[in-house]
């Protein structure tokens, strides 16, 4: 992600008008175009019940014995006999710390794109508004050769012109009675390209910015993009050495009710984030 992607919604690429799409109502009462399904017997009924009972403690029994992974090496999502694509593959992805950021990766697919979606995460951050955060997230997550020239673009874009334009304090705080948020959710991952020495992954995210408080002219909205991220093996570690970021998939909007300022910051501070793995 070059410096300015995150200037758009706070984050979010792209900032066009998203349309909501009502799918039309019929007689069927399935939105899907299916037929409404028939109501079960007592007998079906008792045979579902008795297979989910049966599914619950066939889990638990799998999950007895601790919190550690049953077989750390299972095969890899997406070899044969291995595991759906989505699906975690027990193998511990991240060894320690660095700060908020999670470091340490495996040297193979798996740690790349764990990796990658990480780095998503806190380059996508409210922490981002901080100049000193800022130079710690950058010499954190990319390449050292590329640091000293992202970090003067990066604070040349981060101005204080830029951040009165977003309605924010001078030194990226929100106003008082405001909640500053941006947040980066990823949604997936994959490897394009892989080496012993680089990667290229994808990662298709979601994204909350703007401004929660009483009168923001800059609502909490939400952005899709995918950041296709090249990393490189270096100081024993993936390292992001340059990125970009596109619009999209961006799926239909659901019928939700929109909540009110208030509720959105206090979820916000009151939900904290994830360490993101394959």
């Known amino acids: 992600m070059s410096p300015g992607d995150e200037h758009d919604s706070f984050g979010g690429v792209g900032g066009s008008g998203q349309t909501r799409t009502r799918l039309p109502e019929g007689n069927s009462g399935d939105v899907y175009g299916g037929a409404r399904r028939p109501v079960r017997s007592s007998r079906s009924l008792i045979t579902v019940v008795g297979v ?3 599914l619950i403690a066939a889990i638990a029994f799998a999950n007895r014995g601790g919190t550690e992974p049953a077989d750390a090496a299972a095969p890899r999502s997406g070899t044969p ?3 759906a694509p989505t699906s ?9 710390k660095n700060g908020t950021i999670p470091t340490g990766y495996a040297h193979d697919d798996q740690g790349a794109q764990s990796a990658a979606t990480n780095y998503a995460v806190a380059l996508g951050s409210v922490e981002m508004y901080n100049a000193d955060r800022r130079r710690e ?5 990319h390449a050292p050769k590329v640091v000293d020239e992202l970090l003067k673009r990066f604070d040349a874009s981060y101005t204080a012109d830029f951040m009165a334009s977003v309605g924010l304090n001078k030194d990226g705080t ?3 009675g405001m909640t500053l948020v941006s947040r980066t959710i990823p949604i997936g991952a994959k490897v394009r390209d892989y080496t012993e020495t680089s990667a290229t992954v ?6 909350l910015g703007g401004l929660a408080g009483a009168g923001s ?3 909490v909205t939400s952005t899709w993009f995918t950041i296709t991220e090249k990393l490189v093996w270096v100081g024993g570690d993936w390292r992001v050495e340059s990125s970009t970021q596109v619009e999209g998939p961006t799926p239909v909007n659901g019928d939700n009710r929109a909540s009110m300022a208030d509720e959105i910051a206090e979820a916000v501070e009151g939900y904290g984030g994830f360490t993101y793995a394959r």
């Open 217 to 219: 002219t800059r609502p």
């Open 52 to 54: 989910v009972v049966l």
């Open 81 to 83: 006999g291995g595991t």
């Open 88 to 96: 975690a593959t027990g193998v511990r992805p991240v060894t320690g």
């Open 137 to 141: 997230i950058v010499r954190t997550v």
């Open 174 to 176: 929100a106003h008082s």
């Open 202 to 207: 994808e990662v298709w995210c979601t994204s």
